[in-house]
């Protein structure tokens, strides 16, 4: 199963420059690397440019596995995470065709 997953950094206007380098350098750098491994082959995700925002689309057997992987990732807690269930083009097809044919009484 497919799933669209945005992360949107959390600001702390009390950190100050030093402190975000080494949370930069300890958390933020690995979790880049992490998601670059994972998705840059595939071209599947990215950070918006010039934002502290990010996309990706991870293929996972269950909701379970998207939040263990997100958890895992280290700078998760400074994120805020959406996460949606993608539906394929060819299962909305069939669900469509399926649809008009009860709307046109056709079975």
């Known amino acids: 199963m497919l799933y669209l997953v945005t992360g949107v950094w959390v600001e702390d206007p009390?950190?100050?420059v030093e402190e975000f380098a080494k949370l930069w350098e300890q958390v933020v750098h690995q979790s880049l690397e992490t998601?670059?491994?994972t998705f840059d082959d595939n071209k599947t995700g990215g950070i918006y440019a010039g934002q502290r925002r990010g996309v990706?689309?991870?293929?996972?057997s269950s909701h379970e596995e998207v939040g263990?992987?997100?958890?895992n990732l280290p700078?998760?807690?400074?994120?805020?995470?959406?996460?949606e269930p993608l539906q394929s083009f060819r299962s909305t097809i069939e669900?469509?065709?399926k649809a008009m044919e009860n709307l046109s009484g056709k079975k």
């Open 14 to 16: 009390s950190m100050t």
């Open 56 to 60: 990706f689309i991870l293929d996972a």
């Open 95 to 97: 669900k469509d065709m």
């Open 35 to 37: 998601l670059s491994k």
């Open 68 to 71: 263990s992987f997100i958890t």
């Open 75 to 83: 700078f998760w807690s400074h994120l805020t995470w959406n996460v």
